[in-house]
């Protein structure tokens, strides 16, 4: 049997979490998904509010996932305890509360999905993600295993993809915010793609206001971030995976407006 298994772009602040409630369970219904996590790091901006995360599940998300700004509202350290559909990237260090590593009934099956953060410009005191994926594998066999890999260099990413092929069903990057072109199965089977793109406003820089950024780059005091508004986007891809192998059949990108 096929399942498909959606994964969204990092949801970017109210914006970004009004698109995604309007649009999530249509697509979902439109392209027949099984399973779908979505990246939600950003959707208070920096970090996620626990009102956000029960927001997301509500929009149709079964996992959602963080990276480098886990825990950049404190509120949500107490609230992933508790929450085994909440993955922070595993290969922070072990003082860090919550996990990155869960194993969800999905049907008659098992998916497995894992979370973790690059070092290559991302490093927040964080293990190998080479050696965590390849010890985190070792806990369980589900039918699927998926892969949130946030992080900032695409050939950190590109190799974690070639390390894992073939050992997981699929890895999708995070955390750019911009959709790459690269979508595809990998030599062993593994469905991947470098970055899913963002869920959040169209005319902005990654999310944030143009005329801030700008004044960023220029030298300035842009002052604290805001999101811009405008119409939106929801990105991400579509993963046909194959529950006799385990592996990936088709990679196909989104792009709801």
């Not at 993955?87 to 590593?101: E, H, I, Q």
Request: proline share 4%; net charge negative; with cysteine.
């Amino acid at each position: 049997m096929i399942y498909r298994i959606l994964a969204v772009g990092d949801v970017v602040g109210d914006e970004g979490m009004d698109h995604l409630s309007k649009h999530l369970r249509m697509i979902k219904k439109w392209k027949d998904i099984h399973f779908t996590v979505v990246n939600g790091e950003n959707a208070a901006g920096s970090g996620i509010l626990p009102r956000q995360v029960e927001e997301l599940y509500q929009a149709g998300a079964d996992v959602v996932t963080l990276g480098n700004h886990s825990f950049g509202k404190q509120q949500i350290a107490s609230w992933i305890e508790d929450d085994p559909y909440l993955l922070r990237p595993a290969n922070y260090t072990g003082r860090m509360p919550g996990k990155g590593w869960g194993i969800y009934e999905c049907g008659h099956i098992y998916i497995g999905v894992m979370n973790l953060i690059g070092r290559c410009g991302l490093d927040f005191n964080a293990d190998n993600p080479f050696a965590v994926a390849e010890r985190t594998l070792r806990v369980g066999k589900p039918v699927f295993t998926l892969v949130d890999f946030h992080a900032e260099a695409t050939s950190e990413k590109l190799a974690m993809g070639y390390y894992l092929d073939g050992k997981v069903s699929a890895v999708w990057g995070t955390h750019t915010h911009v959709p790459t072109a690269d979508e595809q199965i990998l030599p062993k089977g593994t469905g991947y793609i470098t970055d899913l793109g963002m869920t959040g406003p169209v005319h902005s820089v990654l999310g944030v206001q143009t005329e801030q950024s700008i004044e960023g780059f220029l030298g300035g005091l842009p002052g604290r971030y805001k999101t811009a508004e405008g119409p939106c986007k929801m990105q991400g891809a579509v993963f046909s995976l194959d529950s006799a192998t385990g592996l990936c059949v088709d990679v196909e990108r989104i792009d709801v407006r």
